[in-house]
């Protein structure tokens, strides 16, 4: 099956849940070290979580035959610290992730999901913990996440949801993917070289 | 909001422009990269059909998947041979400087990169790697960055990033003997919490720090990611410039004075304005150990391992977790824990110091039976100049294994790895469940000379005992 990737605006998810419960939950728990050995992402979807999922042999949720096909992950605290692994986000998203919810995000993973353009959005501890629990218990129902609302809801419930204004521009625009603006400043890039002491023998 | 630091020094210095999004597009000073997360960048390149715009001012190693035992090429592992093959490749093709195996200059990217001179006063660096926050013991803005960065700053040697907060964390007094930088970088984790530095960059200052060398002043700012903080930082003093003297790529001649009368115009200043300040005590800090699973849940030496119920509400859960994994009773004392494996080395703890003050403990002493203990310097350089002053003589009599430079055990993507429960004493900076390679091995954090105490003894010791005797 040939998944379509994150591409363009990100305004709208529409998707069945997930949780994975716990706080600083590492890139390394993420996706172990073993799997980095690869010079292309292309087989992390199917290794995603592997240890924690060996340990629960198949009851960990990414294995569960209900969340088969979920695309939103509900996190708790600083999810995804640790090692810089782009690895990481790769493999959730190729598992099938295209929404991250939590109450806090560590900064590289952050930046690196925003990258792939998956929103890491976020709320406080009791309302995750609320949509924890209804995830858990119905995890057949449909959320829609809606960015311009900052918003994701079921049929009964609605929860507010936080974004950085940054990363809101740049995922409501569909310009989350930077190397093109990044290559249009060639001239101010040329600039700030010519600026420099260190490129300019320190004069 | 902060101003008048180093970081909104070197912070305007590398603007390059604001992005429509509301973020700043940032000038990469120098790019270091290895083959963990360089080649789907160079793919990601190809695709587009980019250029690396600035090859000169990007930097090659290999260091994650290196084996230490046998170095012969291709290496046993194809999958590794596989990686280094197609770092050299990119290399080749772009451009770019490779500090490979047999270069006299391979070691791990944060520990060769400062001992070429690579890494100067006021400079960003970018890596796609963690621990770049290492290089921010000279002053500079050093952080690292995931693959699709990596792309990013090889097609335009710059980045989009967000402007951070700046903490100050001054530490005064000075560290005791038998104290070094790691415990101070662990207890200020232990402080500050695995996410307090989420959104800001650490300045570290004050007379503690001060009268850091160079090798311990990367060992703090190593850990600052271990803290949240993306970025850490030290102004540029005379330690410093008496480092980067004479070093391959420091500046030479006329330029080394305007290049000091620069570099000091980038400290702090006097009256520079902090987001946030925090202000500690250096001189009551006592070896550092962590107990858990995360670089936050460290202890001194003397305490005991803490009862879940008993702390803050936030922490309980995470801390129950790691009582478990670690199979470590509340309530016990840290010192005395068993321990299966040591490991002196990676790029906190990997450095010629790291591995003197180290041996210095394990002189004329044996390890204790059954321990498994090995040494794994830092970079090709490091091993040279140890070997030069009789350091590995020391380990090898003792009975330590001597290997070659890489990052090894400390996310064991080589062949060094935990097996099964196995528990370590680690000089390196995570203790995340599975980390060092096997998914339930256990990890506890420490100084190299505190591991070095744990190999003799065979336990969690305090290494002021041993220093005293």
């Known amino acids: 099956m040939k998944q379509e990737f994150p591409k363009g605006e990100i305004k709208a ?73 782009e690895h990481a986000p790769q493999a959730l998203m190729r598992w099938g992730i295209r929404l991250i919810i939590g109450e806090s995000f560590a900064e590289i993973f952050f930046g690196n999901c925003l990258a792939l353009g998956i929103p890491c959005m976020t709320s406080s501890k009791q309302e995750i913990t609320k949509l924890q629990n209804l995830v858990n218990e119905n995890s057949n129902q449909i959320w829609d996440f809606n960015l311009k609302e900052l918003s994701i809801s079921n049929k009964k419930e609605s929860f507010k949801l936080d974004l950085e204004g940054g990363a809101y521009k740049m995922l409501f625009s569909g310009k989350w993917d930077a190397t093109s603006q990044l290559l249009d400043a060639e001239e101010k890039i040329n600039n700030t070289v010519k600026d420099l002491p260190y490129l300019n023998n320190f004069k | 909001m902060s101003s008048g630091t180093l970081y909104d020094k070197v912070w305007n210095f ?18 270091l990269i290895h083959e963990v997360t360089s080649p789907q960048a160079f793919s990601a390149l190809n695709e587009k059909n980019l250029e690396v715009k600035f090859p000169n001012l990007t930097v090659a190693t290999v260091d994650h998947i290196v084996p230490t035992l046998n170095q012969q090429r291709p290496f046993s592992d194809p999958l590794a041979e596989e990686m280094l093959t197609t770092l050299e490749k990119n290399c080749k093709t772009h451009g770019i400087k490779f500090h490979g195996i047999g270069s006299n200059s391979q070691g791990v990217v944060h520990v060769m990169a400062p001992e070429l001179g690579l890494t100067q006063p006021g400079m960003t660096v970018a890596c796609g790697d963690s621990h770049t926050s290492t290089h921010g013991a000279f002053g500079a803005i050093a952080f690292g960055i995931g693959t699709s960065q990596v792309r990013d700053v090889l097609a335009s040697q710059s980045l989009a990033m967000k402007k951070l907060k700046v903490r100050r964390i001054w530490v005064d007094g000075s560290l005791q003997k038998g104290v070094y930088a790691k415990d101070l970088i662990l207890h200020i984790i232990r402080l500050l919490g695995v996410k307090g530095g989420v959104g800001f960059a650490y300045e570290f200052a004050g007379p503690a720090i001060k009268k850091l060398s160079m090798e311990g002043r990367m060992t703090i700012c190593n850990m600052a990611i271990e803290g949240g903080a993306r970025c850490g930082y030290i102004n540029p003093d005379e330690t410093t410039f008496e480092y980067l003297k004479g070093k391959e790529y420091s500046p030479k001649g006329q330029e080394w004075y305007k290049a000091i009368k620069w570099w000091k115009s980038l400290a702090s200043d006097s009256e520079a304005k902090f987001d946030d300040e925090i202000q500690l005590d250096g001189s009551s800090i006592e070896p550092t150990v962590t107990w ?40 016990q004392p840290i010192e005395g824990t068993l321990i299966d494996v040591c490991f002196i080395g990676s790029c906190t703890n990997g450095r010629l110091s790291d591995l003197q003050e180290a041996s210095k403990i394990v002189k004329g002493r044996k390890v204790s039976s059954g321990i498994r203990a090995f040494v794994v310097p830092g970079s090709q350089k490091v091993a040279k100049e140890a070997k030069q002053k009789g350091i590995d003589k020391i380990f090898l009599a003792a009975g330590f294994e001597w290997r070659e430079p890489g990052c090894s055990m400390c996310l064991a993507m080589n062949p060094d790895k935990l097996e099964g429960r196995q528990i370590s004493a680690s000089s390196s900076n995570r203790n995340f469940k599975g980390r060092q390679g096997s998914a339930n091995g256990r990890t506890l954090l420490m100084s190299p000379a505190m591991v070095a105490a744990a190999a003799i003894n065979g336990k969690v010791t305090d290494v002021r005992k041993l220093l005293q005797e």
């Open chain 1, 13 to 85: 998810i529409r998707g069945r849940s997930l949780v994975i419960k716990g706080d600083d939950i590492d890139t390394d728990r993420i996706i172990p070290a073993r799997f980095l050995k690869c010079v292309s992402f292309s087989a992390l979807g199917e290794q995603v979580f592997a240890d924690d999922r060996k340990e629960l042999k198949g009851k960990h949720p990414f294995d569960l035959a209900q969340h088969k096909g979920s695309n939103i992950l509900v996190v708790n605290d600083n999810f995804g610290c640790g090692s810089s692994r």
């Open chain 2, 14 to 31: 590398h603007q390059v422009k604001e992005l429509p999004g509301g973020a700043t597009q940032l000038f990469v000073g120098l790019h």
């Open chain 2, 292 to 331: 858990g699973i995360t670089p936050g849940q460290g202890i001194s030496i003397k305490e005991k391992i803490p009862n879940p119920d008993e702390l803050p509400m936030n922490e309980q859960q995470i801390a129950k977790d790691a009582c478990k994994y670690m199979n470590l009773e509340a309530n």
